[in-house]
């Protein structure tokens, strides 16, 4: 950031504080012991306030991040079960369309994604054992 010079003042650095001047009001320290800190009393200061009010990112982030049910599927036995399931399903449900029928086609490509997916985590898997016996 460059040097902003107004006569005898140097600004090289960013707001560091924000204080509100009350002309009427005296401020006092807090009761109690004089060794309490502000932070160990719970007062908050009407900038961190401001900061932590939402903003359009982490509402964003909150309505984009995907609400798990079963925690489960995180695991690698869970998400094995589950993508057998769905090929499973899949399946099923192409053989329930005509042969040639779009919709046929669309779950097909599906089932033959899904058996993809499961090969490969089957591979990284065998890889990762090669890796770890060395």
Not at 37 to 43: E, I, K, Q, T, Y
Request: contains cysteine; hydrophobic residues 35%.
């Amino acid at each position: 950031m460059s040097d902003l010079r107004i006569q005898h003042l140097v600004l090289d650095r960013g707001i560091e504080s924000i204080t509100h001047a009350q002309t009427n009001a005296q401020q006092a320290l807090p009761q109690g012991g004089g060794d309490s800190l502000l932070a160990d009393m719970g007062v908050q200061g009407h900038m961190e306030k401001l900061l932590r009010q939402p903003t359009f990112d982490s509402q964003l982030d909150a309505h984009l991040r995907p609400v798990l049910e079963d925690r489960a599927l995180l695991q690698p036995s869970g998400s094995r079960e589950a993508l057998e399931i769905c090929r499973q399903l899949l399946g099923e449900a192409a053989l329930r369309y005509q042969e040639g029928s779009g919709e046929a086609r669309d779950l097909g490509r599906a089932v033959r994604l899904v058996t993809e997916e499961s090969s490969l985590r089957d591979m990284a898997q065998m890889l990762r054992s090669a890796l770890y016996q060395g």
